[in-house]
């Protein structure tokens, strides 16, 4: 069963989407872009989230090198990796059609001397006779001790049945919230009808939360994503598209800009900042200060964001005017419509209405 906080209730009550339909003022451009850069510079991570995340991780397994190599060649988002057994000890199953992941596991192997043909063959103490296990028993017959790698299957969190609300919180998945989930429809829209295909699937993993394809002009979502999680995802990848199918910039830059873009998008909207997002500015705009050989300005990067920003909410304003949406239309914040996986277009919230 879906829950939601009483915060994250507060907080959508609250939020009223804002989209303008003409171009940034100076003077709103520098207000949003001054949260990011205070974001880039002041943010800290939060230590119980942290502590949460360590106490979670702390019931799995640790596996050795070669075998975390193993699952990053299968799954190079895999999180947090365990048998079968394992997850059903933790109260979980495997959904079904999963496919595991292929690791080794050592064991230790008994074997004795035996005499075949004139020669000693050491052999696996499970094969001994009774005459030769009697004689092992009485330390007749020496016992040498070997590991052996046999195959073995895990399975990532993302392929069980653990419900979001059990991951640790620094996998935050989202919450629901009807205005973003409409809100995520319209951006939805705007990004097919500017040339994209945008799906929501089963990335098996909880870390990916999406990504973008320009082999393809694709967008893909992680379908374990609520509403929140979700347009900001979409947000992100959306970027992508636009500013990075053909850019040469480092992947630091191009992250940083995407991660922004997203924030600004739903700052613009009313909606808050979330704690991931936060970190994801933070780390990124770290890493592109620290680029070797090549120079970053965070100013001008936000600047060429701004041309970006104007053009795709007017986009995702006129892709809203042509479906024809009734400004009359009321839609209540219940949580029973917040869980729908879909959306009745007709039924778009007054006040995203009143602010196009």
Not at 16 to 45: H, M, Q, V
Not at 296 to 310: G, I, Q
Request: with cysteine; hydrophobic share 30%; net charge negative.
């Amino acid at each position: 069963m879906e829950t939601i906080t009483h915060e994250q209730q507060n907080s959508t009550n609250e939020m009223n989407i804002d989209i303008n339909k003409r171009p940034l003022t100076k003077e709103e451009f520098d207000k949003l872009t001054s949260e990011i850069k205070d974001i880039a510079k002041t943010y800290e991570a939060d230590p119980e989230m942290l502590t949460d995340y360590f106490a979670f991780k702390a019931q799995f397994y640790q596996y050795s090198p070669t075998n975390s190599l193993l699952i990053q060649l299968q799954n190079p988002y895999a999180t947090f990796v365990a048998s079968f057994t394992r997850w059903k000890q933790l109260g979980y199953s495997i959904k079904p059609g999963q496919h595991h992941i292929k690791i080794t596991r050592p064991i230790e192997i008994s074997k004795f001397p035996r005499e075949v043909n004139g020669k000693t063959i050491w052999t696996d103490t499970k094969y001994a006779t009774p005459e030769e296990k009697s004689k092992i028993a009485n330390g007749e017959l020496e016992i040498r001790k070997t590991t052996k790698f046999i195959p073995h299957q895990v399975f990532d969190i993302s392929q069980t049945n653990c419900p979001v609300e059990d991951y640790p919180k620094f996998y935050n998945m989202g919450h629901p919230d009807l205005d973003q989930q409409q809100l995520y429809e319209c951006v939805k829209q705007y990004a097919k009808e500017s040339g994209f295909t945008v799906t929501e699937e089963d990335l098996s993993s909880i870390s990916l939360h999406g990504y973008y394809d320009h082999a393809d002009n694709s967008i893909h979502i992680n379908s374990l994503l609520k509403d929140s999680k979700r347009l900001e995802t979409l947000c992100h990848e959306l970027v992508h598209g636009v500013l990075h199918k053909t850019s040469t910039q480092p992947t630091e830059i191009k992250e940083f800009e995407a991660e922004c873009f997203g924030t600004m998008l739903k700052r613009k909207m009313g909606f808050p900042v979330s704690e991931e997002s936060k970190r994801y500015i933070s780390q990124y705009a770290s890493k592109c200060i620290s680029l070797k050989g090549a120079k970053f300005d965070m100013s001008k990067t936000l600047d060429r964001l701004s041309k970006t920003f104007n053009h795709v909410t007017k986009g995702i304003e006129e892709t809203i005017s042509h479906s024809g949406f009734s400004q009359e239309r009321e839609v209540s914040h219940n949580l029973s419509q917040a869980r729908t996986n879909s959306i009745d277009a007709t039924k778009i919230s007054e006040n995203f209405m009143q602010a196009l």
